[in-house]
């Protein structure tokens, strides 16, 4: 994997991890928003401008790969780097949680 690729995304924002979690399935930018507002409880939204500059920084990168354009949507789904992106991600924030738990902040474990 390019150092480079793996320096820029990880660890990876909000907004990157959602759309590339989203992403493991063929969506446009629109329905990629209304699914995350979905899946968040509301609690994340991404900007269409946010929105449209990720997907294009991410196509230009190679997380994600364009697949066809529908009613002038371009549809997108997750490149083979970007899923090895997007697990390498879920095992740091697994690990974060995992080493939150049981960690007693006086400096003892539990």
């Given at each position: 994997?390019?150092?480079?690729?793996?320096r820029?995304?990880?660890?990876?924002?909000?907004?990157?991890?959602?759309?590339?979690?989203?992403?493991?399935?063929?969506?446009?930018?629109?329905?990629?928003?209304?699914?995350?507002?979905?899946?968040?409880?509301?609690?994340?939204?991404?900007?269409?401008?946010?929105?449209?500059?990720?997907?294009?920084?991410?196509?230009?990168?190679?997380?994600?790969?364009?697949?066809?354009?529908?009613?002038?949507?371009?549809?997108?789904?997750?490149?083979?780097?970007?899923?090895?992106?997007?697990?390498?991600?879920?095992?740091?924030?697994?690990?974060?949680y995992?080493?939150?738990?049981?960690?007693?902040?006086?400096?003892?474990?539990?």
């Amino acid at each position: 994997m390019d150092e480079r690729i793996k320096r820029i995304y990880i660890p990876m924002t909000e907004t990157s991890f959602y759309i590339l979690f989203s992403l493991q399935e063929e969506m446009h930018g629109y329905s990629i928003g209304t699914y995350v507002e979905r899946i968040t409880g509301g609690e994340v939204s991404i900007s269409p401008g946010t929105m449209y500059g990720s997907l294009s920084k991410m196509e230009k990168d190679g997380l994600i790969d364009f697949i066809k354009e529908e009613e002038k949507r371009k549809i997108y789904k997750i490149s083979d780097l970007g899923r090895i992106i997007l697990d390498k991600e879920i095992k740091r924030i697994e690990r974060l949680y995992k080493n939150s738990k049981g960690v007693d902040l006086s400096g003892k474990d539990h």
